[in-house]
Nanobody
């Protein structure tokens, strides 16, 4: 069993930055993929960034490439540094853990087995 808890969400103006964190507990040794997803009201959950944990290899959605950075700070913490935020970045952000990491499927939600409850990010103009 793996438990995930996101934090760091909030309200920010266009052009601002936020850093999200995901606290991970439980045995993750059999899983090699961690990721961030987001979901805006009325829209499907969208993969934002993922990381291949054995090597720290990241993979990003085109919409966030160059603005977001995913990192695994330690065995128990996954982070997402977000900068140059725009209104389209608003939504609930979730972290997830899975065992399949092959781009572009690395951003496919059904590939992930464990999910946090999410943290709200609101970007306003």
């Amino acid at each position: 069993q793996v438990n995930l808890l996101e934090s760091g969400g909030g309200s920010v103006q266009v052009g601002g930055s936020l850093r999200l964190s995901c606290s991970v507990s439980g045995d993750t040794t059999r899983y090699n993929a961690m990721a961030w997803f987001r979901q805006a009201p009325g829209q499907a959950r969208e993969g934002v960034a993922s990381i291949y944990t054995p090597r720290g290899t990241p993979y990003y959605a085109d919409s966030v490439k160059g603005r977001f950075t995913i990192s695994r700070d330690n065995q128990n913490t996954l982070s997402l540094q977000m900068s140059s935020l725009n209104v389209h970045d608003s939504g609930i952000y979730y972290c997830a853990v899975g065992s399949f990491w092959t781009p572009p499927q690395a951003l496919n939600a059904p590939r992930y087995l464990y999910w946090g409850q999410g943290t709200q990010v609101t970007v306003s103009s």
